[in-house]
Each structure stands twice: as C-alpha cells, then as structure tokens.
C-alpha cells in the first residue's frame, strides 16, 4: 500500500481510492451481510500498490539512479512502524485474554510475519479442520506478505527487462497474463492455494505496474475519455462489493471486477471529475491516509472480540471495535509511522529491522511455549489438552487396494461393519478401535470409509471441498458387493455440510427441491443395501455449535482470560434447528428399514447439551467429540460391531 512523497507526483485521488478500499474491507468484517465483497478491497490495494511501486522504480530506472539498497530502504521505513505497533500490541493483550492454544497459534502467526511467509502459513492451515477466520487475530497479514514477496520479486525483474529497449511492457503483460490463467484454474482446482498464493496474486499487482508504464510513457489520457472510464471504473468496482460473495471460488475471474475498477479509476487521473471531487475531497484522502494502520487494526481487534464472545458479538460490540481501530489508526499514523519514516537518522532503519526480528523470535518463543499466557488455571489446561485431543484414526490400517478416498481398517478379517460418511463418522474410530483392537483374525472387523466434509450421498458436491463422489466409489466399488460386509452405519454432518456452493446434480442447496432430492438419493441407498442383505444403521448427528467448543464453555473478559460463568446448549434449541434434516432421516430410515442410532441420550441430561465431564471438555472443537471421551465413554454404536 505504497505511497510517494513526491509532491509533483502526488496523486490525492488515489489516497482517495485507497479510503474506498479500506471501507469496504472493514465494514465487509465487521458486517458482511451488508457488504458481502468488501473484502474485494483488498484487491484494489494490489493494483494501486503495484502502480505506485512501479512509478517509482521505473522512472529511477530510466534515469539510471535506481538503489535496491535505497528501495528496500523505504520500504521498510513505509511498513515497519505500524506493524512492529500493532504485533506488539497483539501479543501483549493476546497474553493477557488468550488460552495457551490460541496464544501459540498467534505466536506462530508473529513469527512467520517476522519473515513474510504469513500467506504460506495460513494457506498450510486452510481446510475443514482449520479454526475459523475470526480466530486468527493476524489472517489480515496474508496481503502483507503478497505484497512483500512482490516487492522481493519485482525490481530485479523489471531492472532486467528494462534492459531490453521496449521490451518490459510486453513481458509484464505475458506474465500477467499467465498469472491470470493459472488464477481461474486454481480457483476451482484449489481455492485456498488460488486466494493465498503469490503466484496467483500476482496479476493484480502488474496490471497496476503495467498502468503505471504506459502513464509514464505515454503521458495521462485525453480529458473528454477520462469521465467515462472513471464511471466504468466505478461500477466495476460495485459490482465487485455487491455481487461477489465468501462463496464464490475467488479471485477466479470474478477478481476482474476490483482489479479493473481500480485500473480504470487510476487511468481516469484527476482530469475525471469523480477523482477530482470525490476521491480527491479532504476527508476522503485522510481516510486514505491512515488506511494502512487501519487495515492493520481493525481485523485483529475484530477477531479479539468474536474469540471472547465465543463467534457471537453484538453489533454494538462490533462498532466499538471499529471505533478502537480508528483511534488506534490515528496515533499510530500521526505518532509512529510519520515521526519514524521521514526521520533521516541513521539509527531509525536498522532499529526497526532489530524491532521486527525481535518481535518474530518472541512470537516464536510463544509458539514453542517458551513464554506462556498470564492465566493457566486448572480449567485452562484442560481446555488445552482438549483441542490437543485429535488422535482419531490412530492405530488404523490402509484398506488394500484402495483407489478413492480413504479407507481405513481395524479389528479381525471376519464379518465386517463399515462405518460410511464423514468426519462426523471418524470422530467415533477411537471407541471402535478398542473394542476390536485385540481381535483374533476370524473374528470381526470395521473398515472406516470416511473424509472430512464428504457427505455419503452420490453426485452431492460442495466446491471448493472435498465432495461424496470419490467417498461413495470407494464404497460401492470396494465394499458393497464384499459378502464380508453385513453391516453398513452411515453418519455425517447432516445439516451443518450443506453451503450456499453446495450443489447435487445441478440443484442448488438454495432450491427448495434440493433437501427432499438428496435425501431420496440417500434413501435408495439404504435400499440397495438392505437388498443386498446388509444391516443398514441411520446415526443421527452431534450437538453442534460455539457455545460447545471447549475454548467457548465458559464466560470470560476483555482484561483477562478468567472465567466467570459458562455457557450452555438447550437440547431443544439444538433439535429445533435441526429439525428438517432430522425428520428427513428418520422418515428415510422408517421407510426403508434401517435403525436409527441417537446420540442425544447419551450427550445429554434432558434439557441441556453435556458439554463437559470431570475430564474437562468432551470435544475437540465446535462439532467433535475428542477422542479420549469418545473411547471412554461414548458406547452406543458398540451394538454395531458387537457379535
């Protein structure tokens, strides 16, 4: 989020932009219901990020004064300040308010700042087991690290095309366009590596830099064209905050909408009169101005306050947040970053690379417990070993010959009951385990066919996941016609696996036939199964939901993490809200002749949700038992492999 103090250069109309960008962004966080491709604006800072950078570099390039020393200098100078504020700033109160398995997870996140690898980092923790978003104070950073990669990256490139006379525009444009072909493959390929990757970002940022060469080469555009492209530039850019959601597969080609909207905004110049009047007015340049400690604050103190309001805040709450984050924004902007980068002193640079470096060794201290939270109660470390507590599947062996998904066995390779479904069906691998583990090898088995987020239901798909298609041609063709096979137990996730980008046969999840058509689908294969002489068990869900993850179960404040109260599910709250899906599957099961198994007995005491033992948490997170209570305690699927 580069800027020029260069005042014959100084384009106010960008600040300006960058205010819309940074609006978006922090109001997409707090609220995004009402701006649900806010985040978009993140995308609007790679291209003006990219136009920037490029004017600089290019023009001392061509007047053969360019210094990587003197570049790298000011970069420093430019980004250090407000991010050695604000990491600081969030290690000390994440030792105050956090639990040791939060404060080692914000650790890890210090230090892989501390050597811009943030992206890398979160795009390794991305998948169905990885803790939400509002649960990493520092997700923000990824950008960061996109941009500083670039700026790695970048000026030996361009120093090197440059040296062919004409040359550098059009080998941008090629890698741009690269970039953006790779961008649209991935994002329906891998949709994490396409939103964290550089590689995948990186067109964004050229068509900043290529903009910025055709400006400095051919000078800014005629006056009577710039109103029109400023307006397009406009609607693109809306277009990108109101038809784009979390759940379109993103950038992909959607990111068209930002990136050309910004592109068109920065090539209509103040000859536009939106620049000039809007973009360029006073109080929407200082918000421009201060934007990046803003996007530096806001997300982190967003993420505090869902983290200690267990994923539900108040609007209110929310709004303060917002208004900490300005505040905070202001005297970082006035006090820290101005004082720091334009004071010519020699000590200034190599004291922020000390403050930086340090501040990643300390992180990582934190990551290596090295350095611990200030509270470390009894219930504390129990909550700990609770989400440590993920095991499941320890002690299992490959299924032979598998080809699709991932099949799993335990126990004698006599008759054999498979457990068929998701995450919610592996949860119970450790009770099974047990009681098969010292079977003789006539005696029976269990085969686990299972992957996080496949439901069993053929042609279901949630893209951007993993989807039932290779669960379920596992099952059919590795072990439904097994004549060892007599018993099938089906389990998932019901309700809470379905996504606006879920769809089965091209019937979204928001149709209203799509609920009764998979579960016909799910009831022909009860059918099948039962024609085939097998033993077909219906195993209704888990209690689900915040208030049930162990980080969550009790009450605590903003100036510490001691508890005070705790919080609990109503069993009929639970049943309300999964209600549908669970007359769905009992009708199935009635109908089709299955036996339905219920954990609610067994997980609570009649009116609220256990939620914990003398052991402490009995899950692991918000929608799984730990396996530790599981092969202890949870006993009513022992029928199923029972002889």
């Known amino acids: 989020m580069e800027q020029t103090n260069e005042k014959k250069n100084y384009r106010p109309d960008i600040d300006g932009l960058r205010a819309v960008a940074i609006i978006a962004v922090v109001i997409y966080h707090a609220f995004p219901a009402f701006l649900p491709g806010g985040f978009t604006g993140v995308d609007i800072f790679f291209v003006i990020s990219g136009y920037l950078i490029t004017k600089i570099i290019y023009q001392q390039i061509a007047e053969n004064r360019f210094s990587f020393y003197e570049f790298y200098i000011r970069r420093i100078r430019r980004l250090f300040p407000a991010l050695i504020v604000m990491l600081g700033a969030c290690l000390l109160y994440g030792w105050i308010v956090l639990l ?53 990256l970048f000026p030996p490139l361009l120093l090197l095309l440059c040296k062919f006379r004409g040359f550098a525009i059009n080998a941008l444009i090629i890698i741009a366009i690269a970039s953006f072909v790779a961008n649209v493959v991935m994002s329906y390929q891998n949709r994490a590596s396409d939103f964290f990757i550089t590689t995948y970002r990186a067109w964004e940022l050229l068509v900043g830099c290529i903009l910025s060469i055709l400006h400095l080469n051919r000078g800014d555009i005629n006056k009577s064209i ?11 850019i809306l277009m990108g905050f109101y038809f784009i959601d979390e759940n379109d597969p993103f950038p992909g080609w959607r990111a068209i909408f930002p990136v050309f909207g910004a592109a068109c905004l920065i090539h209509a110049g103040l000859s536009s009169s939106l620049n000039k009047n ?41 709004w303060y947040g917002i208004g900490l984050s300005i505040i905070l924004s202001i005297i970082t902007y006035y006090f820290v970053e101005n004082k720091l980068r334009h004071n010519k002193a020699r000590w200034v640079t190599p004291s922020l690379v000390i403050g930086f470096l340090a501040l990643g060794v300390l992180g990582y201290a934190v990551f290596r417990k090295i350095v611990l939270p200030a509270h470390n109660t009894k219930l504390v470390e129990q909550v700990s070993a609770a989400v440590k507590d993920n095991g499941i599947q320890d002690g299992f062996e490959i299924y032979p010959g598998t080809q699709y998904g991932k099949i799993k066995k335990v126990g004698g390779d006599g008759r054999q009951t498979v457990f068929l479904g ?32 496949s439901l069993p239901i053929q042609g279901l798909i949630t893209h951007g996941w993993n989807n039932g298609e290779d669960l379920m041609k596992s099952f059919w063709e590795k072990l439904s016609n097994n004549a ?6 089906i389990g998932a996730r019901w309700e809470g696996s379905f996504h606006d ?12 036939d799509f609920l009764p058509t998979i579960m016909h689908e799910l009831k022909n294969t009860v059918k099948i199964l ?30 510490s993490s001691n508890t005070s109260g705790v919080r609990r599910m109503r069993v009929n709250d639970f049943l ?36 914990s033992n003398e052991d402490g948490p009995i899950r692991c997170d918000d929608s799984h038992l730990r396996p530790g209570f599981v092969r202890d305690h949870v006993k009513y699927l022992d029928r199923t492999v029972a002889d």
């Open 100 to 152: 040791p398995i939060e404060y080692e997870q914000l650790g890890k996140h210090v230090a892989a700042s501390s050597i811009c690898i943030q992206n890398f980092v979160f795009w390794k923790e991305s998948g169905y087991f990885d803790g939400g978003a509002y649960l990493k104070p520092l997700l923000n950073l990824w950008s960061l690290a996109v941009e500083e990669q670039f700026y790695i």
């Open 226 to 236: 710039s109103q029109s492209i400023s307006i397009i530039g406009c609607i693109f």
């Open 278 to 318: 809007i973009l360029s007015n006073s109080w929407v340049v200082w918000v421009g101005l201060i934007s990046y400690p803003l996007y530096l604050f806001h997300w982190p103190i967003i993420s505090f306050i869902h983290i200690i309001e267990a994923g539900d805040p108040t609007t209110l709450q929310l």
């Open 422 to 453: 998701d995450s919610h069906i592996q949860q119970y691998a450790p009770r099974i385990k047990v009681l098969l583990n010292d079977a003789s090898p006539e005696s029976r088995g269990a085969i686990f066919t299972a992957a996080p987020a």
């Open 484 to 489: 060892k096979v007599d018993r099938v137990v």
């Open 501 to 512: 980008n879920t769809e089965y046969k091209g019937i979204s999840f928001r149709d209203a």
């Open 530 to 559: 039962k024609s085939m002489g097998k033993k077909v068990y219906l195993l209704l869900d888990t209690p689900t939901g915040a208030e049930l993850d162990p980080k969550n179960l009790s009450i605590r404040g903003y100036t």
């Open 576 to 611: 309300n809200r999964d209600q549908a899906i669970r007359q769905e599957l009992l009708a199935i099961a009635n109908e089709a002749g299955a036996e339905v198994i219920d954990p609610i007995p067994f997980l609570s005491d009649g009116e609220y949700i256990i939620s």
